[in-house]
């Protein structure tokens, strides 16, 4: 009787450790496919880090005076509309919101110029825009985005013109391939905002995706740095 009991637990302890050395592992894995075509495993990670763009893929597309025009190195940025002193540079309005872009999420800048220089004057400049816009010009640029192909979010920026684009903007906008991409407007004004120039972007550019675009007063462009970031935040730029 003894010997059929010791017998017994002994079998019980025999499946017991046969048991434990099949049960599975809480870890959860995915299975994946390898380089050379075999299946591997990870482990699965909830919190992998989202994937940001580079600043390879974004560009900041700029018309401005400033670049636009030979400036007399005497002139009053202080007294002239749309120009500021920026660490003892000459710098326009619209320039300095790009550059506030251009601080948050990184991106290259690129100047929107006319082969044809501006008159230094400023109301000579309003006078001809007026001029351009009724002959629906399109001025002649003299620098070219050469791999725009490398870009997918664009930042278009251009001062409010007799409520309109500055036709050199028109240029731009008509020479490029814009299919697939996202294209941010902001603008600068003196009180008209956008006067639906970012509508207008939006029916040119029907194959792109045109993001809620920003348009600050030009008397304000040198302390908008907050209100840039929180447009940005809005769109997700600066995640």
């Given at each position: 009787?003894?010997?059929?009991?010791?017998?017994?637990?002994?079998?019980?302890?025999?499946?017991?450790?046969?048991?434990?050395?099949?049960?599975?592992?809480?870890?959860?894995?995915?299975v994946i496919n390898t380089p050379d075509g075999s299946a591997g495993h990870v482990t699965e990670n909830s919190n992998a880090a989202q994937t940001v763009p580079s600043e390879r893929e974004i560009l900041i597309a700029y018309f401005s005076r400033v670049g636009n025009t030979d400036f007399d190195p005497s002139v009053d940025a202080v007294t002239s509309a749309s120009l500021n002193l920026q660490d003892g540079v000459l710098a326009g309005n619209t320039e300095i919101i790009a550059d506030l872009i251009q601080k948050a999420v990184g991106g290259e800048q690129f100047l929107i110029e006319t082969t044809n220089k501006f008159p230094a004057d400023y109301d000579t400049v309003v006078d001809l825009g007026q001029e351009q816009q009724k002959e629906k010009a399109r001025p002649e640029l003299s620098a070219y985005v050469e791999n725009?192909?490398?870009?997918?979010?664009?930042?278009?920026?251009?001062?409010?013109?007799?409520?309109?684009?500055?036709?050199?903007?028109?240029?731009?906008?008509?020479?490029?391939?814009?299919?697939?991409?996202?294209?941010?407007?902001?603008?600068?004004?003196?009180?008209?905002r956008f006067s639906n120039n970012d509508q207008t972007i939006k029916n040119m550019l029907t194959a792109a995706t045109v993001l809620d675009g920003l348009a600050v007063r030009g008397g304000d462009a040198v302390d908008a740095e907050q209100e840039v970031n929180k447009w940005l935040d809005q769109l997700g730029m600066t995640n």
């Amino acid at each position: 009787m003894k010997k059929t009991i010791v017998l017994l637990v002994m079998l019980l302890l025999i499946l017991s450790v046969t048991a434990c050395g099949n049960s599975s592992s809480d870890e959860s894995t995915a299975v994946i496919n390898t380089p050379d075509g075999s299946a591997g495993h990870v482990t699965e990670n909830s919190n992998a880090a989202q994937t940001v763009p580079s600043e390879r893929e974004i560009l900041i597309a700029y018309f401005s005076r400033v670049g636009n025009t030979d400036f007399d190195p005497s002139v009053d940025a202080v007294t002239s509309a749309s120009l500021n002193l920026q660490d003892g540079v000459l710098a326009g309005n619209t320039e300095i919101i790009a550059d506030l872009i251009q601080k948050a999420v990184g991106g290259e800048q690129f100047l929107i110029e006319t082969t044809n220089k501006f008159p230094a004057d400023y109301d000579t400049v309003v006078d001809l825009g007026q001029e351009q816009q009724k002959e629906k010009a399109r001025p002649e640029l003299s620098a070219y985005v050469e791999n725009m192909d490398d870009y997918n979010t664009i930042f278009i920026g251009f001062p409010n013109w007799w409520y309109d684009l500055p036709m050199a903007v028109y240029t731009f906008l008509e020479e490029y391939d814009f299919s697939g991409k996202t294209v941010i407007p902001f603008t600068t004004h003196e009180g008209s905002r956008f006067s639906n120039n970012d509508q207008t972007i939006k029916n040119m550019l029907t194959a792109a995706t045109v993001l809620d675009g920003l348009a600050v007063r030009g008397g304000d462009a040198v302390d908008a740095e907050q209100e840039v970031n929180k447009w940005l935040d809005q769109l997700g730029m600066t995640n």
